[in-house]
């Protein structure tokens, strides 16, 4: 039997209040983590699971990963509780349908300002602290299309996302001798996705099924084991052939 790969780490996750952010917290949290519980305005996830699984290890923290100065603060607040960091997993995204000549200078730049901006702060600041963990990783999220501009509604959430697997890249390349792993997890269409194509996933999954968020535990083991150090700078995609 492998040993638990989150048994004893500590991971900040961005998005950990509902929905996909909130199942993979809890996940972590299930599986012996110390995990701080990132959110913005919606405090009831976190502060559910900080009730379910006691304070010491669920840690709810609020702040606004778009914001540098907030950033700053949320690793201010790392800082001094001394728990050290071995994972960072940003999860918050934002999701924009509206075709070119309709979209606001203001709309375009909010969605890659959530998408991507937040991604780069969040890594940047976290760096320093990664440096100093056994076995140090990033995980970012992007989409299963992520690599193409796919559809003429959400040109700018795909846009962004290509750029979040472009930083991701990057920061592999440039963060390896510091031996942190960063990679890209992109689901395809998950069960509670805000968008489907189709009520039917046979119409266009080849697995026939919507993705779970079960299906995502595979991967997150995979990256998260001590002795994963030579996965790096890969974009999983979880879409049951969706994007094939």
């Not at 203001?106 to 600041?125: G, H, I, P, Q």
């Amino acid at each position: 039997m492998r040993p638990n790969p989150y048994e004893g780490r500590t991971i900040l996750q961005s998005a950990s209040a509902t929905r996909t952010g909130g199942a993979i917290a809890r996940y972590f949290l299930a599986n012996g983590a110390r995990v701080y519980l990132n959110y913005y305005t919606n405090d009831q996830g976190a502060l559910a699971l900080a009730k379910e699984f006691g304070t010491e290890r669920a840690i709810p923290l609020q702040g606004d990963v778009t914001d540098p100065e907030s950033v700053a603060q949320l690793f201010a607040q790392i800082k001094a509780r001394k728990t050290g960091l071995d994972g960072l997993v940003n999860v918050v995204g934002d999701y924009h349908e509206q075709p070119i000549l309709e979209t606001s200078y203001e709309d375009y730049k909010k969605n890659l300002t959530n998408n991507l901006d937040s991604v780069f702060l969040m890594c940047k600041a976290a760096h320093p602290f990664l440096k100093g963990s056994a076995s140090p990783r990033i995980v970012n999220f992007g989409y299963a299309m992520g690599d193409r501009v796919t559809s003429a509604k959400a040109w700018a959430y795909h846009v962004a996302k290509m750029g979040v697997i472009s930083l991701t890249k990057s920061m592999a390349k440039q963060w390896g001798p510091d031996g942190i792993s960063v990679n890209v997890i992109s689901p395809g269409t998950l069960a509670n996705s805000i968008v489907m194509e189709s009520e039917s996933p046979e119409d266009y999954i080849p697995q026939g099924r919507f993705g779970e968020y079960s299906d995502l535990w595979p991967v997150f083991d995979l990256i998260f084991r001590a002795d994963s150090t030579y996965q790096t700078g890969n974009n999983f995609v979880i879409s049951g052939g969706y994007a094939l």
